[in-house]
């Protein structure tokens, strides 16, 4: 089918072999590729109930059929597994310049199966797959990991994604890592990595997909930079990027802080975007190719963090470090956040696990010394976490297992053991939908439904009809994880849009009707996964925190009650049973 090669690669790390098997176009029309194709193989590749650590889990690579092409914020590849972290569903993603070159060796997905009994890199290309010795890698940070490996490999065009530290030590919440501040971030992609003894990956080839009309996608591209020219939010995004969200969740005090005891952080303008502008040389950055440039390159200009540059921090790493551990200093949160991108390390988690051992060290649970706001303390107890030392070692479990272990589930926060993002549900109701059914655990990024909630389209505290919406969302944008899309494009590139990018890319002529039904397609299938795994309706719930400690001015929770309302009509509009569960189950 246009748009893909119809090639799936399989490499085996046990005995270091590798094959090429067919993908049949009647998966990819159902599901095309992305996380369509990657929930696709989870189900068809790893058994029921196997083990996120045992070598009969795999690691699943995609692209999408828009990747390697002109279209804007194409530049995104997806990860797929089980997750070691909540032992379900497991997706992440990450921009920055990998996608073109794993779309250029070749393949529509690349399945890594076995656990290698030596310390490894792979090479991928278009030609063949190499296995290359990783013993003088293990030890290093992910940015000296990717630099040794791009020298040695030495190929033109040549992109490298990679695990630190945190990864190798199987720290559950390691990312997979690339242009040294680019994340696969959440569920811990690269805690698998490191159990297979696989330290890194190389993509280069030349291969080029074949599209159906490239006269069609380059008139697509033209309007929607032109459109994008004047659109407020691309502008927003390139002036100050997602820190901008701060002083917005501040305002609505939604913004997690204190380990979710507060909606508000009191001073939170020295952690906000326009205090960011002030303290560091900023300069936005853009994946190619894309007119929002929403990264920001940002270099500290003076005092103990002089010289440190990174791309960030994003309001995310901001709200865990800044909010829930009460850091009020945003050249401090972005020395946290380097600390993080070089150990490998999930930045919303990890903040979630240090404002969790405060609270634990403060009820007499854990022999720590440490308190809200103090960075040096946070610093060193990251590096415990990575290198699984004193207290560390059970964070390193998170938070399910720690909690568990320390007996404090009852103030634990997060939904089938993955936090929240930073938005707190008792203020913006529609994201308890999203955390309690988002099939990887509490995430904000498949549906985004904080932004109609914060934008008026739909009144925050509302919950009568909330799922019809919700859906509307999570739908359009679970298109958006099968070609791969950045998220950002959510104003601009709506259904009608989708269908004209599909057909210059695949061919395939689809109405807005005809699109819902892949995006339900995809979303079953995630379902159906969870479930074999486990997961009933008693799981689509919230911490219970969030029922019962008020937050804010107004003193605002989330109700069972109300959740349950969204919950029975968002099975309904699915077409779930009354417990969740598809009818093609």
């Known amino acids: 089918m246009y748009g893909f090669y119809n090639r799936l690669l399989k490499i085996n790390l046990t005995n270091k072999t590798y094959h090429v098997e067919e993908i049949a176009d009647e998966i990819l029309k159902k599901y095309l590729g992305g996380k369509g194709l990657g929930s696709y193989l989870l189900l068809k590749e ?19 059929p828009i990747a390697d092409t002109k279209m804007m914020g194409s530049s995104r590849y997806g990860v797929f597994t089980k997750s070691p972290l909540t032992g379900i569903y497991s ?54 990991t990717e630099d040794s490996v791009l020298a040695e490999v030495a190929k033109k065009g040549a992109q490298a994604v990679v695990i630190g530290p945190a990864g190798e030590n199987l720290v559950r919440y390691a990312c997979i890592e690339n242009n040294y501040w680019r994340s696969a971030g959440r569920t811990g992609v690269g805690t698998v990595m490191g159990k297979k003894n696989l330290k890194a990956i190389v993509f280069h080839g030349n291969s080029k997909c074949e599209l159906a009309d490239q006269d069609l996608l380059d008139s697509y591209v033209k309007d929607l930079v032109k459109r994008g020219k004047n659109d407020p939010g691309a502008k927003a995004y390139k002036n100050t990027g997602t820190p901008m969200l701060v002083a ?84 401090a949160i972005a020395y946290l956040n380097d600390l993080c991108d070089r150990f490998g390390i999930d930045t919303i988690t990890t903040g979630n696990m240090v404002a969790f051992a405060i609270e634990a060290s403060k009820a007499g649970k854990l022999d720590l010394d440490i308190d809200y706001g103090q960075v040096d303390k946070i610093a060193r107890l990251i590096e415990d976490i990575v290198y699984k030392r004193g207290a560390g070692a059970v964070l390193a479990e998170g938070i399910k297992t720690a909690s568990k272990q320390l007996g404090l589930e009852n103030i634990a926060i997060h939904v089938k053991g993955l936090e929240p993002a930073g938005y707190d549900p008792r203020i913006l109701k529609g994201m308890g939908l999203a955390y309690a059914t988002s099939d990887r655990g509490a995430c904000h990024l498949r549906s985004t439904f904080y932004k109609p909630e914060l934008a008026g389209i739909i009144d925050p505290d509302t919950t009568e009809g909330k799922a019809k919406l919700f859906i509307e969302y999570e739908d359009r944008l679970a298109l958006y994880d ?44 995630t379902r159906i996964f969870n479930i074999r795994e486990g997961i009933t309706k008693k799981d689509d719930t919230l911490p219970e925190r969030f029922f019962e400690e008020p937050i804010g001015s107004k003193s605002k929770v989330i109700t069972r009650e109300q959740l349950e309302t969204m919950l029975s009509d968002y099975y309904s509009l699915r077409g779930w049973s009354t417990e969740g569960v598809p009818e093609r189950l």
């Open 46 to 64: 790893i058994p029921k109930g196997v083990c996120p650590m045992s070598e009969d889990n795999k690691l699943i690579f995609t692209t999408g």
């Open 248 to 331: 917005i969740m501040n305002k609505v005090e939604g913004f997690p802080t204190q380990y979710w005891h507060k909606g508000s952080l009191d001073t939170w303008e020295n952690i906000s975007a326009e205090k960011m502008q002030r303290e560091m040389e900023v300069t936005p950055r853009a994946c190619p190719p894309c007119f929002f440039a929403c990264g920001k390159l940002s270099k500290i200009k003076e005092g103990p963090y002089k010289g440190l540059t990174i791309e960030g921090p994003e309001y995310e790493t901001i709200y865990s470090f800044g909010g829930l551990c009460c850091i009020d200093d945003i050249k």
């Open 91 to 144: 997706e992440s993603y990450s921009g920055g310049n990998v996608a073109p070159a794993l779309k250029k060796t070749g393949y529509d997905a690349i399945v890594i199966e076995g656990i290698s009994k030596e310390k490894v890199y792979l090479e991928i290309s278009d030609e063949r797959v190499e296995f290359h010795d990783a013993s003088h890698l293990w030890g290093k940070d992910t940015y000296e």
């Open 482 to 525: 099968a070609l791969i899309l950045c998220r950002f494009y959510r104003d601009i590139v709506l259904w009608e849009d989708l269908s004209t990018i599909i057909q210059a890319t695949t061919g395939l002529k689809l109405n807005t009707e005809e699109l819902r039904k892949i995006a339900s397609n995809i979303v079953d299938a």
